[in-house]
């Protein structure tokens, strides 16, 4: 595939609450290829799963039939997250954006969402329309690894892999030694 991202994908699903985990480690399988830390990616995993979950309770309600489109893009070391319902909209975007806002307060929910995509997020992007749908939009840029980095990663590998061979070869070893000891009993009694 050739175009303006070095890679792409696209996830479609029913707003069920039960499909909340899957989406979040869709797409956290899908950025894993930037290799990022884990901080970066439990705050992506983090910010989709508030999104999501805001298209599944607000967007359509926990009763009623939807579909969650996410769609996730990669350039350069940045990913791109878009999150999109077709469900009831977001009548003031901003008022929905405030700290401890929530249009369910009978489901008792914190009102924390855009706020915890903020903090975990690079950028974030909120569109919505009334009966239409609300589409977030998501950016963050993995910080990649430095040659350092990579080279304590190569060393730890290294280092696994002779403490590795060095226990099979001890294990060779003593089942060696051990047949020893066996011929060497079984001579003894035999004389």
């Known amino acids: 595939m050739k175009g303006l991202y070095d890679n792409e994908m696209k996830l479609e699903f029913s707003s069920k609450t039960s499909n909340e985990a899957f989406a979040r480690i869709a797409v956290a399988a899908f950025v894993s290829q930037l290799d990022p830390t884990i901080d970066e990616l439990s705050d992506i995993k983090t910010a989709v799963s508030e999104a999501v979950t805001n298209s599944i309770i607000h967007g359509y309600g926990e009763d009623s039939d939807g579909i969650v489109k996410i769609e996730a893009k990669i350039f350069l070391n940045t990913v791109q997250i878009e999150i999109s319902d077709n469900g009831k909209g977001i009548e003031d975007v901003e008022m929905a954006m405030r700290p401890l806002y929530t249009s369910k307060p009978d489901l008792e929910r914190s009102g924390m969402g855009f706020t915890i995509m903020e903090s975990f997020m690079d950028e974030i992007k909120v569109e919505s329309a009334l009966g239409l749908g609300t589409k977030v939009f998501l950016k963050k840029k993995?910080?990649?690894?430095?040659?350092?980095?990579?080279?304590?990663?190569?060393?730890?590998?290294?280092?696994?892999?002779?403490?590795?061979q060095n226990i099979e070869n001890r294990q060779s070893n003593i089942s060696e030694d051990l047949e020893k000891i066996k011929n060497d009993i079984k001579n003894i009694l035999e004389a």
Do not use: F, R
């Not at 910080?143 to 980095?149: I, L, M, V, Y």
């Not at 290294?158 to 590795?164: D, K, L, P, S, V």
């Open 142 to 164: 993995i910080t990649p690894k430095t040659n350092e980095e990579e080279l304590k990663d190569d060393v730890s590998q290294n280092a696994e892999n002779y403490i590795n």
